[in-house]
């Protein structure tokens, strides 16, 4: 994969990560993933650890209330403004009406997912659909006129064309086994 | 990238504990030093404590390891209690002590895998752990299937085995493993006193390829995974990854963004191959988790800064003008950190390897000007 094409990736998952999770530096202490409640009126408890933060979701995944919580992973750390360089880009400014539940925007997770995904997976994760690929790029198109609003709908994971090295092996998926891509020994040299 | 991991967030996905430091073998290549039981390791109810905070705190996967994890005397109660928990646990052995009963232990604890370590065929093997430890690994590997557990195996590569790769998939093939994971031997730990076993850094040329081959074909069955301080980018990168996710290429390193590690002793780390004060060095210990809660310890905003402050002006040498820097943040750290000389950046790296020896054809991209004048000006790094 080029260099060009990795950016380009990058950048999708950022920008959709940014509109379902990130929530405008004026809601205060550079807080992400925030319900709509925090949103509007901030909550004492607004920044809490990663754990409990998840694990509320969760718990609240199952409950009527469901839009004003559902955003799969909590960007919890509290900044140390000593410290945190902060995102590398700028936020866009209407977040807020983009933020919605993860069911609606976030890509589902498929059958095919590692066991140990207890947890919903982050979606760098969570396995492209792969759409029929031509087999060379395609000629480059005119400059499109910039969209007034972002686009909020689900978008295609893997839009690009690739190159014929990353074409899918020939090994059937179910061949190559069930159990999760990371490092088996977490401990190098040993 | 580490604005991606910013994005999702700092979550405890992945931990290696280290249950004891105690070891029934002196391997050659043994990163941990291992042998002795650390002076202070924790007891039985204190590590039910950072099991029950591992779960808490939603971590998916734990992989108990050593030293030998199955000289701990609560090895399977303490993964019953995370299993318990939701956690996905799994155990790496060097199967010297291996039975059937240690198998059956496993299978009611609720593993999901076991890990053995085989480096390479009869000889080289035992000549890197212990004589007659060859055997010892299959008779693991039949019993441990035959109470239907998966069987993952860890090869540690080095000079002596780098060329029996294809007979060990073979063996592992008809013994019926489920998965195998490659790493390669860097000089630290026991193995800084035999860096003449170590594979030159030019060896990635022809090495990476061929793992990246055997992820991307198995032989039938078997599923193999390159571990993370092997690569990065170039043509074999896909599938040294997972070609099937949306972003199959190096994101860095996870120590402290998504993975910990836990030492015998309580001792926190961002991943358990960095370095402590076994080895002179205890900048990557976060904190105990005798002193603050393991939630404490991850949820520090000072915490784990080599990689969650990490800034591209940190890279050395080559890293520094690479055009994947600031997307790869140098590689693994364990193996950055291992390879001597500070200011070299990663000379372990396949991108590095090829654009130094002019080898363009295993890149996607030429090396940028900037890149090929850094050679040209006589790098002092291999």
């Known amino acids: ?190 | 990238m580490l604005e991606v991991f910013r994005r999702v967030g700092f979550l405890p996905r992945a931990c290696g504990w280290e249950l004891t430091l105690r070891c029934n073998l002196r391997c050659k290549h043994c990163g941990s030093l291992a042998g002795r039981a650390r002076d202070d390791e924790l007891s039985r109810d204190e590590c039910l404590r950072v099991a029950d905070e591992l779960a808490e705190m939603r971590c998916e996967r734990v992989t108990l390891t050593g030293g030998e994890p199955t000289l701990h005397p609560a090895w399977d109660e303490l993964a019953e209690r995370l299993v318990k928990g939701k956690v996905q646990v799994g155990l790496i052995s060097n199967a010297w002590e291996w039975t059937r009963e240690h198998a059956e232990r496993a299978a009611r604890a609720g593993l999901y895998s076991v890990g053995f370590s085989l480096d390479g065929l009869e000889r080289e093997h035992d000549a890197f752990r212990a004589p007659g430890s060859f055997a010892h690994v299959l008779d693991a590997i039949r019993v441990t299937c035959e109470v239907g557990l998966d069987v993952a195996i860890n090869t540690t590569i080095y000079r002596e085995n780098c060329k029996q790769l294809l007979a060990v998939r073979g063996l592992l093939l008809d013994l019926g493993v489920h998965s195998w994971q490659l790493q390669i031997a860097i000089p630290t730990g026991a193995m800084a006193g035999h860096r003449e076993l170590a594979l030159p850094p030019e060896d990635l040329l022809w090495l990476v390829p061929q793992i990246a081959e055997f992820c991307r074909d198995g032989g039938g069955g078997l599923r193999v995974v390159a571990s993370d301080h092997i690569g990065y980018f170039g043509k074999p990168e896909a599938h040294l990854r997972q070609p099937e996710v949306t972003m199959p290429f190096w994101l860095g390193c996870w120590a402290g963004l998504h993975a910990l590690g836990i030492e015998s002793g309580g001792n926190v780390k961002g991943c358990l191959s960095l370095p402590s004060a076994l080895h002179g060095e205890a900048g990557y210990i976060e904190g105990n988790v005798r002193q603050s809660s393991l939630r404490e310890i991850w949820n520090r905003s000072s915490g784990f800064v080599y990689t969650r402050g990490f800034r591209t002006s940190d890279l050395k040498g080559f890293c520094r003008v690479c055009r994947y820097g600031d997307l790869c943040r140098g590689g693994c750290t364990w193996k950055r950190g291992s390879q001597g000389d500070p200011e070299a950046g990663d000379t372990y790296c396949f991108y590095y390897q090829a654009a130094r020896q002019g080898r363009y054809d295993l890149l996607e991209d030429e090396p940028t000007v900037e890149e090929k004048a850094y050679f040209r000006a006589g790098v002092p790094h291999r």
């Open chain 1, 1 to 190: 994969m080029k260099e060009k094409e990795i950016r380009e990736r990058i950048e999708r998952f950022l920008k959709r990560t940014a509109r379902n999770v990130v929530v405008p530096a004026s809601v205060g202490l550079s807080l992400a993933g925030c319900d709509t409640r925090a949103l509007s009126g901030g909550r004492a408890d607004a920044g809490r650890d990663v754990a409990s933060q998840r694990a509320e979701t969760n718990d609240t995944a199952n409950s009527p209330d469901l839009s004003y919580m559902a955003l799969p992973y909590l960007i919890v750390m509290m900044p140390d403004a000593a410290t945190d360089p902060g995102p590398s880009e700028p936020e866009p400014s209407d977040v807020e009406s983009e933020a919605r539940p993860m069911t609606e925007a976030g890509p589902e997770i498929p059958a095919v997912m590692p066991p140990y995904m207890i947890a919903p997976p982050p979606p760098y994760m969570v396995p492209a659909p792969a759409p029929p690929l031509p087999p060379s790029p395609p000629p480059p198109l005119p400059p499109a006129a910039p969209p007034s609003l972002p686009d909020a709908g689900p978008e295609i994971p893997m839009p690009s064309p690739a190159p014929p090295y990353l074409l899918l092996p020939s090994v059937s998926p179910s061949a190559k086994g069930k159990t999760a891509p990371m490092p088996m020994d977490p401990k190098k040299n040993g």
